[in-house]
């Protein structure tokens, strides 16, 4: 399970998302709106007349501008003919943002609700009822103070939390790489064998298979990543996801998984009982913050979607305030 996480994360954060998806934007937007918006402007997508090609005539005449140019206009005259194909791909686009709202409105509750079980891993009378019973009130405020600080603009929120989405991951690092040495000094190295991706289906058969679907909530985020492209710039993104991010998910997974093989029967309460005693009540601090920081990436991202699908008619028209003079992407929607 751990080497599937790891070439997950690898794969698809830092290979597809960081490296290849994060090329292409539309005027400094991401997410799949964006793309969406780049195929319209080159196939034409729902356009009457086609935006002309950059092209010296004489270029037309050369063998393999020509040759190239001709394979360009059947695939394209072909897309643009078919209304079937633009009503698939519109819908395709329609579901993935979708997701992505939804993930955003989720997320956030379901982010801060597991930081604050922390209590549970310490006391067996704490039942999930009581705790959110107790702690409701204090989560409900929590929320209200992030989005009513969104009217101050990206660049405010970001510097405003940045310290302890710093805290978090170098925490989470160090706390991995105490559990590897204490419980199991050679789990990094078993970890990056794709070895063990094929005795765990061996082994596991269609079980592993169904298993997949908990290995992908180990990248819900990196979607996310791309559509807030508007909001921070592409190279600030992908340094802090390859230098700080990816680093720490990677030591952290790592430190949980040597913890889990020593003690096998605190699967369901991995991240807090794999915390030292000594620094429990500080990560516990830390956890909570960090899980209501990091609800601001989907906040932004479904304000940046919503701002793309209006241009495209999809969605009713709502106010969107501009919060920087600097970056266009940097919006805000009371």
């Known amino acids: 399970m751990l080497s599937l996480i790891f070439w997950t994360l690898t794969t698809i954060g830092l290979i597809k998302y960081v490296t290849i998806v994060l090329r292409p934007d539309n005027h400094g937007e ?60 519109i819908s395709i686009v329609l579901v993935g943002t979708s997701m992505v709202i939804g993930d955003g409105a989720l997320t956030p509750a379901i982010s801060v609700v ?23 009130h204090y989560i409900s405020c929590n929320f209200i103070a992030l989005f009513l600080f969104q009217r101050f603009g990206t660049s405010k929120v970001s ?14 690092a160090s706390i991995g790489v105490y559990n590897a040495i204490k419980y ?10 794709q070895d063990f991706i094929y005795i765990f289906f061996k082994n596991n058969g269609t079980t592993g298979w169904e298993l997949l679907g908990t290995v992908v909530l ?3 985020g ?17 340094m802090a996801f390859s230098f700080l991010v990816y680093p720490a998910l990677i030591l ?27 620094v429990f009540w500080p990560m516990f601090i830390i956890a909570t913050l960090a899980a209501i920081v990091a609800s601001q ?38």
């Open 30 to 89: 991401g997410g799949t709106f964006a793309l969406y918006s780049l195929l319209c402007r080159h196939i034409n997508f729902g356009r009457k007349i086609g935006i002309q090609n950059t092209r010296l005539e004489s270029d037309v005449n050369l063998t393999y501008y020509s040759t190239r140019m001709a394979l360009q206009s059947k695939t394209k005259k072909f897309f643009e003919k078919s209304p079937k194909i633009q009503s698939f791909f």
């Open 114 to 136: 597991s930081a604050v079980q922390g209590f549970q891993s310490r006391s067996d009378k704490i039942t999930q009822s009581k705790l959110l019973t107790s702690l409701g």
């Open 159 to 172: 510097f405003s939390f940045s310290p302890i989405m710093l805290l978090w991951f170098t925490s989470t």
């Open 184 to 193: 199991y000094p050679t789990a990094f190295f078993k970890f990056i064998s």
């Open 218 to 220: 180990c990248i819900t």
């Open 222 to 238: 990196a979607e996310a990543m791309f559509t807030d492209l508007g909001h921070f710039n592409k190279t600030s993104i992908q």
């Open 252 to 278: 952290t997974y790592g430190g949980q998984g040597a913890f889990l093989i020593k003690n096998p029967d605190k699967l369901s309460t991995t991240f807090y009982s794999s915390v030292p005693t000594p």
């Open 297 to 334: 990436a989907l906040i932004s991202a479904s304000f940046s979607i919503i701002k793309q699908s209006m241009a495209l008619g999809c969605f009713p028209r709502v106010n969107m305030i501009h919060t920087s003079n600097k970056h266009e992407g940097q919006i805000y929607s009371p």
